[in-house]
């Protein structure tokens, strides 16, 4: 294997490719104080011998691990976790409640992720999903703090992406490890402007209420900087959160045009909507990438933002049914 590609990023915090696709695509984080260790994140399974492999690279081991910490269980975040944990004796899973069960039994994120992937992508790019006995998980409930060898890290719940998404302060860096929660920003698409910053609305659980009070949340603790899984640190906290919640909103209305259309088509014009809107963003941003290179550094984002509008608006549905048949 090739030698694994990472960098500190801040004080003990090291950003790790995991591979997932293309470089650039997802990251994870090792958080160091001393000689203990945390991992933020886990990639797929596919991306645990090149955790491993940093952590040697640094002269520890994997008795070293403390906590294996994923943000949400989607598989680009804590696909790797089974694997992971059991390759790190000491190591005990932090997790979002609502996220334990499926780390325990994975059938479910295996069969929901078939589902959105198909069968093939899904075992070539994910590998295989091992479960995690009960004993070795800590469930994280909102404001824990996880002392890593006298280094605070704060669990904070985090609902609008997932609704098993936590975020994790780490306050001797001032950074916030993000996931999904504060949105994804390619190095590709960065221009004299900044990081261009929008928002997976990946199925199953989009919520943008939520989600802008879990924005609340995270810009209260005024957080120096962010370490986003997809991708890398970024600054200014502030000023990309309202770049964030504009993508949230103007996610939300291009599905809400669709509301009440012949379900026949939705999917693709979703689809077209939400490349035509992101392309755009790009391009006024002072992207100078072609749209068809646009199109390919977003193309897994453009899928899965439309798939999670259209689930987004058949639950609607579903609520507007269910009141509707309610009795006064
Ligand atoms: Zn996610």
Request: with cysteine; charged share 25%.
């Amino acid at each position: 294997m090739n030698k694994p590609s990472f960098e500190e990023v801040a004080d003990g915090v090291y950003c790790i490719e995991t591979g997932l696709y293309r470089h650039g695509l997802a990251a994870c984080y090792l958080v160091r104080s001393d000689d203990r260790l945390a991992f933020v994140e886990t990639g797929t399974s596919n991306s645990v011998p090149r955790l491993l492999e940093v952590i040697s690279t640094l002269g520890l081991t994997p008795e070293h691990v403390d906590y294996v910490i994923p943000t949400h269980v989607h598989l680009d975040h804590a696909g790797g976790a089974g694997n992971l944990i059991a390759s790190c004796p000491n190591a005990r899973l932090v997790i979002h409640p609502k996220g334990a069960g499926h780390m325990m039994d994975p059938s479910k994120l295996a069969a929901g992720a078939t589902a959105v992937y198909g069968e093939e992508e899904f075992a070539r790019h994910f590998g295989s999903l091992v479960p995690i006995p009960e004993e070795r998980i800590i469930i994280a409930d909102d404001g824990m703090v996880i002392d890593l060898n006298g280094r605070s890290l704060t669990f904070i719940d985090t609902p609008g992406h997932a609704n098993h998404h936590g975020c994790i302060y780490d306050e001797r860096t001032g950074g916030f490890f993000t996931g999904d929660t504060f949105g994804i920003s390619y190095r590709e698409l960065d221009t004299p402007n900044g990081p261009l910053l929008f928002a997976p609305t990946t199925p199953v659980a989009f919520d943008p209420d939520a989600w802008q009070e879990s924005l609340d949340k995270i810009l209260s603790f005024n957080p120096k900087t962010i370490y986003l899984t997809h991708y890398g640190r970024v600054d200014q906290p502030q000023t990309l959160g309202q770049d964030l919640r504009r993508s949230i909103r103007d996610l939300a209305e291009l599905a809400l045009a669709e509301e009440g259309t012949n379900a026949e088509g939705r999917g693709e014009r979703l689809k077209r909507g939400v490349a035509d809107h992101l392309i755009k963003r790009a391009l006024s941003h002072g992207c100078t990438l072609s749209e068809a290179q646009i199109r390919e550094v977003l193309g897994v984002d453009i899928d899965l933002n439309a798939q999670g509008l259209e689930v987004w608006l058949v639950r609607r549905a579903k609520i507007r049914t269910a009141n509707a048949a309610a009795p006064e």
